[in-house]
């Protein structure tokens, strides 16, 4: 089993800054992709931004330029730095990771328990 613990989402007003960072620890060979996900009250979960074992990104149009994620391999963690925050980007932020459990070629997905962020004044 593979455990993803989210920490750092809280409260902050329009245009301020928050980071969040997610650690992966159990049963890993190796990582694949580690991402974040969104969601908000009566919307889908969404795709924020994710990072490949090879450091390639991928990022939501609307947090292009705002939000930056990064990945240390070495310890398995994840992190998304969010700055210009609006009050759209309050949701959910669920961490995740395509996970190689050992050294079969099969990929698992795990989520994170999920962190609050809430823009507001």
């Known amino acids: 089993q593979v455990q993803l613990v989210e920490s750092g989402g809280g409260l902050v007003q329009p245009g301020g800054s928050l980071r969040l960072s997610c650690a992966a620890s159990g049963s890993i060979f190796s990582i694949d992709v580690m991402g974040w996900y969104r969601q908000a009250p009566g919307d889908q979960r969404e795709l924020v931004a994710e990072?490949?074992?090879?450091?390639?990104?991928d990022y939501l149009d609307s947090v292009k330029d705002r939000f930056f994620i990064s990945r240390d391999n070495a310890k398995n963690t994840v992190s998304l730095q969010m700055s210009s925050l609006t009050p759209e980007d309050t949701a959910v932020y669920y961490c995740?990771?395509?996970?190689?459990?050992?050294?079969?070629?099969?990929?698992?997905?795990?989520w994170g328990q999920g962190t609050q962020v809430t823009v507001s004044s």
């Open positions: 990072i490949t074992s090879s450091s390639r990104t």
């Open positions: 995740y990771a395509k996970v190689r459990p050992d050294a079969r070629p099969r990929y698992v997905n795990y």
